[in-house]
C-alpha cells in the first residue's frame, strides 16, 4: 500500500515552498507518493493518508493561509499522522537549537494532534515582498539561512516512521 502524504505549505516570498519542495522530494525517496500543495490551492485532505504542513513565520505568527487551513482542516485531519514546520529566524539560531513554536503554533499543534513541530532558518532575498521585508533586507539583516541538511534529515524521519507505522499495520498483531 502506497502511503499518501500531503505537503502543503503557506508562504509570501517563496522560501518556505523551497523548504516544502525539499520535503516532498525526499519523502518520495523514501517511497511514499508526496504531494506538494499550496495551502489555499489543498481541496479534499481526505485522499491522503498523513499531512506535512508548513508556515513562514511573519512578525511571530504563521502565515494567514496557513492559520485559515488549520482552522477549516482540523477536524477532516483528526486521526491521522501530521508534522508541522515553521520557517523564519533571519539568524543561525535554528540550525544551532531547537527553537519552540510560537503561541499560535503551539495552539495548532495541540488542535492537530500533531506529532512535532520544527523550525528551520528563514531566507528573505532582494526583491521580497512587503515593506517590513524591504526594511529588513536594506538594514543588512537578511540572508538565507535555511539548513537544507537539517530539512533533509527531519522528512528522513518522517519517511521512516510512515514507513515503519505502515508495515506495522500490514504484519497485524
Not at 47 to 70: I, T
Not at 71 to 81: D, F, K, W
Request: hydrophobic share 40%.
Amino acid at each position: 500500500m502506497t502511503i499518501k502524504v500531503l505537503v502543503a505549505y503557506a508562504t509570501k516570498n517563496w522560501s518556505t515552498a523551497e523548504i516544502a519542495r525539499t520535503i516532498s522530494e525526499v519523502l518520495c525517496k523514501e517511497g511514499l507518493e508526496a504531494e506538494l500543495r499550496r495551502m489555499p490551492d489543498v481541496g479534499d485532505v481526505l485522499a491522503y493518508d498523513a499531512f506535512v504542513l508548513g508556515s513562514a513565520l511573519y512578525a511571530g505568527r504563521w502565515h494567514k493561509d496557513a492559520r485559515r487551513f488549520v482552522r477549516r482542516s482540523a477536524r477532516a485531519l483528526a486521526g491521522t499522522p501530521v508534522w508541522l514546520f515553521s520557517s523564519g529566524p533571519l539568524d543561525a539560531s535554528a540550525a544551532e537549537r531547537d527553537i519552540p513554536p510560537v503561541p499560535a503554533v503551539r495552539r495548532a499543534l495541540i488542535r492537530l494532534d500533531a506529532r512535532e513541530h520544527v523550525t528551520f532558518g528563514g531566507c528573505l532575498k532582494e526583491g521580497a515582498k512587503g515593506r517590513v521585508a524591504r526594511m529588513i533586507i536594506r538594514t543588512g539583516q537578511g540572508g538565507d539561512f535555511r539548513d537544507f541538511e537539517q530539512i533533509t534529515t527531519w522528512a528522513q524521519h518522517i519517511g521512516a516512521t510512515l514507513r515503519g507505522e505502515s508495515t506495522a499495520r500490514q504484519e497485524g498483531p
